[in-house]
């Protein structure tokens, strides 16, 4: 019963953090050239991940981020088996999304659209600082997580608050790292596209922030209850 339990929650996570990838994909693709892009691109995410929490919260827990899980596995929400189980469904669900966006708009869109330190240099930042960036924005994410959805006394906001969230992460981090959050967000669409470039800092900082947030959350403020 345990296993079924498991499969039905690893496939929620693999459908919902397919639409993530995919929408976030084909957000950048048709916003990121037009005027005032990012507000569209930051509220495309936000609106992905809010229906999808909300969809799939009641089966899986929603994390649809292997930052998010390894979140709660630090703040003892969630165990290491489930949690490798949910880290296997996150990224096959955005390798699924970014490869089938590669068939849909091509690579170079799906490369686009793969998070990375811009060459710009009015917005270029160094890799330390996109890995500071990063962690800070997960942080914010994974905290809103426990605050909305994993306390027992948390208001039943959780998808909007997340998602809310994720929009005012991407406001303030899209021009400077892309604002991923999420390893599954950069890793599908670079597999898929063979953009590999300053991959490591969209694992480090939202792992880092993800374990902040765990330990800050988890195990200091509801410790007691």
């Known amino acids: 019963m345990d ?27 048709n916003l990121g050239t037009v005027p005032g892009g990012l507000l569209g691109i930051a509220f495309a995410h936000g609106l992905a991940i809010a229906v999808m929490v909300s969809a799939t919260g009641g089966i899986s827990g929603g994390h649809l981020n292997p930052a998010v899980t390894f979140g709660l596995l630090i703040g003892g929400k969630i165990n290491f088996k489930d949690s490798v189980a949910y880290w296997i469904a996150q990224l096959a ?3 699924a999304a970014g ?7 091509g690579a170079a869109a799906v490369a686009g659209g793969t998070p990375d330190i811009p060459m710009n240099p009015t917005a270029a930042v160094s890799f330390a600082q996109a890995i500071t ?3 800070v ?21 959780g998808g909007l608050a997340i998602g809310l969230t994720v929009t005012l992460d991407i406001l303030f981090g899209g021009p ?8 599954a967000r950069t890793f599908g669409p670079a597999l898929a596209s063979g953009h590999w470039n300053n991959h490591i800092v969209y694992w480090i900082g939202p792992m880092l922030g ?5 330990l800050v959350f988890g195990r200091f ?3 007691e209850e």
């Open 99 to 105: 490869f089938l966006c590669v068939s849909l708009l």
């Open 3 to 29: 296993s079924q339990k498991l499969i039905k929650q690893c496939v929620a996570e693999f459908i919902g953090t397919f639409a993530l990838i995919f929408i976030g994909i084909g957000a950048i693709h």
């Open 210 to 214: 993800g374990a902040m947030a765990g």
């Open 137 to 157: 924005l997960t942080f914010f994410l994974v905290f809103v997580v426990y605050g909305t959805a994993v306390y027992a006394h948390a208001p039943k906001i």
């Open 133 to 135: 960036i990063e962690a």
């Open 176 to 183: 400077l790292t892309g604002a991923a959050m999420n390893p």
């Open 93 to 95: 669900g955005a390798t």
């Open 221 to 223: 403020l509801i410790r």
